[in-house]
């Protein structure tokens, strides 16, 4: 079992910064495809990065790409998010994730991650 817990949301003015932290128990997190995902109000949770058990390999949504950076340090098992020159359109509770099938790639789709925590909030003010 793997719990996540996120931290470091908030409330900042468009074109500000936040980094978000993911803490995760368990000494299998090096291991482990990690994910960020988002959810605004009255909308689907989407993809926004994800990066691989190594931290060699990310990729990320169209949508925040050149503004977010996703990052891991395994020997803190923690992953972060980055996010620079925010936007309203960027509010929303964020997710963390955690595939459990170790080792594998980047995993980009929700139904493939098998560990969430709670979520963070976001609020971009315009």
């Known amino acids: 079992q793997v719990q996540l817990v996120e931290s470091g949301g908030g409330l900042v003015q468009a074109g500000g910064s936040l980094r978000l932290s993911c803490a995760a128990s368990?000494?299998?997190?090096?291991?482990?495809?990690m994910g960020w995902f988002r959810q605004a109000p009255g909308k689907k949770r989407e993809f926004v990065a994800s990066i691989n058990w190594s931290g060699g390999s990310t990729s990320s949504a169209d949508s925040v790409k050149g503004r977010f950076t996703i990052s891991r340090d395994n020997a803190k098992n923690t992953v972060y998010l980055q996010m620079n020159n925010l936007k309203p359109e960027d509010t929303a509770v964020y997710y963390c994730?955690?595939?459990?099938?170790?080792?594998?790639?980047?995993?980009?789709?929700?139904?493939?991650?098998?560990?969430w925590g709670q979520g963070t909030q976001v609020t971009v003010s315009s």
């Open positions: 994730a955690a595939d459990a099938l170790p080792w594998t790639p980047l995993v980009t789709k929700e139904l493939e991650y098998d560990y």
């Open positions: 368990g000494r299998a997190f090096s291991m482990y495809a």
